[in-house]
């Protein structure tokens, strides 16, 4: 079983990606979605959250506020590592297990939706490293229309994230999506003949 970590920036269409190769059939561990789990009701960050950020933090339902976080943890850096070393231990904890399961049930490939991974430093804890990509402004304007968020935030977002020249440099694939939905299909469909798991 090969494992393959895809990741890129925020506004990138790495989730198109995903969920194409959802579609097709392939297993996705998101792990953004293990962190927002972390990160509800009776999650296992918010006991950390509580004790390293506060109760003003917790809304009244018992999960994390992620609108007053994200403010904060971009708008200050120190807080964000914080976050992350609360959280990110656990999602990696997690992966290994996944990883193991599945390997048990016979899968050609398993892939991981990452986002931070190289801001984690784990993408040699996958046999392949797929990074989508798109310019900058192209990214930003998919973000405002699709989220609506302050573009200042928008811009703080993306500046703490890692830039795309590294991660295409530390990619073992790149895939562009500069263009149309059905072209970021077809890189997929040919990236995916290259490994021989289409």
């Not at 790495?14 to 293990?34: P, Q, R």
């Not at 297990?97 to 899968?107: F, G, P, V």
Request: aromatic letters at 8%.
């Amino acid at each position: 079983m090969i494992t393959i970590a895809v990741t890129g920036g925020i506004g990138s269409g790495k989730t198109e990606v995903t969920n194409y190769l959802i579609s097709k059939g392939f297993t996705v561990v998101d792990a953004d979605k293990m962190s927002r789990e972390m990160t509800s009701a009776g999650g296992k960050a918010i006991p950390f959250i509580i004790e390293n950020f506060g109760q003003s933090f917790i809304l009244e339902d018992g999960s994390m506020d992620r609108a007053a976080m994200r403010d904060l943890v971009f708008k200050h850096p120190e807080k964000k590592k914080l976050l992350e070393e609360g959280t990110t231990k656990v999602v990696l904890e997690d992966i290994e297990a996944i990883k193991k399961e599945r390997e048990a049930c016979n899968d050609k490939a398993l892939f991981f939706d990452i986002p931070l991974l190289f801001e984690t430093g784990t993408e040699d804890d996958y046999d392949a490293v797929w990074v989508v990509t798109a310019d900058y402004d192209i990214r930003r304007n998919r973000v405002m229309a699709r989220d609506g968020i302050d573009p200042y935030i928008i811009d703080l977002i993306m500046d703490s994230q890692d830039g795309e020249e590294k991660k295409v440099k530390l990619a073992d694939q790149v895939i562009y999506n500069n263009g149309t939905l059905e072209e970021l299909r077809q890189a997929v469909d040919s990236t995916l003949k290259s490994y021989g798991i289409e």
